[in-house]
């Protein structure tokens, strides 16, 4: 990490203006220790790379042992509203399925199943629960997305609820899955772009099934859900 913060000192000292957020906090955050700024560009990266690759490879998990929704439901919309072209991310705004299976996957495989612990600064009431000053809480984001007095069946990975009109389709907090209030995930805006594209994009080359045995295979490892068994699939190109 330092090696690249280096790097990319040199490129901001030989070019007039590279929009980053290294030199953003280089040139604004002043007060910031060298060890701080590393952190928090380092920060970006450890919270981008793993939530989104569990995201997209449950996603094609739960769209692989379901030919049905994957072909009739989400190859089907990307057709009417792509046609023969690659899904792109202006087209997102279009596709409502897609964008079911991806918050209906983090509901089901939250790739944060508990927020980053929280610091109480002072005494206060939260939820009809009294906490002191000094306290640490971790919201258990896991359990709020299973919660079976909010999810109907919330064991069932099932997009279709997400296509229920009382959902704003602009909304992306329908889930826990991004955290809530000021400290929210930075980048549930480019989470979603990143992944529905990737999984537009594989649905529309591949029709995808899977193994033998895979079915089962659902233990999860690590602190972000990852699937404990890597996905087995047969991938048949699509005419
Ligand atoms: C499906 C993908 C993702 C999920 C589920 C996710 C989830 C989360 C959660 C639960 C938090 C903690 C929120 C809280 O404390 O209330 C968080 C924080 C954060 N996320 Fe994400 N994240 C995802 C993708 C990304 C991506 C792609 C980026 C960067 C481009 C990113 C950057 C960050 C950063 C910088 C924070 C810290 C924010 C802060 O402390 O103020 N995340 N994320």
Redesign the pocket.
């Given at each position: 990490m330092n090696a690249l913060i280096k790097e990319q000192i040199k490129r901001i000292d030989s070019v007039e203006e590279v929009n980053c957020y290294l030199s953003y906090l280089l040139s604004e955050a002043k007060t910031l220790t060298k060890e701080q700024i590393t952190m928090l560009v380092w920060?970006?990266i450890a919270?981008?790379a793993d939530?989104?690759l569990v995201?997209t490879e449950w996603a094609m998990y739960q769209l692989a042992k379901d030919p049905t929704r994957q072909a009739d439901r989400l190859y089907d919309e990307m057709r009417k509203v792509c046609g023969c072209n690659k899904v792109k991310e202006e087209n997102l705004s279009q596709l409502r399925y897609l964008d079911a299976v991806f918050h209906e996957t983090?509901r089901k495989h939250?790739?944060?199943p508990l927020?980053?612990l929280r610091h109480v600064h002072e005494d206060t009431q939260i939820g009809g629960y009294y906490i002191p000053a000094g306290s640490k809480i971790a919201v258990n984001?896991y359990g709020c997305n299973m919660d079976k007095n909010h999810w109907g069946n919330p064991e069932e990975w099932n997009p279709e609820r997400f296509m229920d009109e009382k959902y704003d389709p602009l909304d992306i907090y329908k889930t826990m899955?991004?955290?809530?209030?000021?400290?929210?995930?930075?980048?549930?805006l480019?989470?979603i772009f990143?992944?529905c594209v990737t999984i537009g994009r594989l649905v529309q080359e591949f029709e995808w099934r899977l193994n033998d045995g895979e079915e089962e295979k659902v233990d999860t490892v690590g602190l972000t859900s990852q699937k404990l068994h890597p996905l087995f699939a047969m991938l048949k190109p699509r005419e």
């Open positions: 920060e970006t919270e981008s939530t989104t995201t983090l939250s790739p944060t927020v980053p984001i899955a991004f955290g809530a209030g000021k400290r929210a995930c930075a980048g549930s480019q989470a990143l992944i």
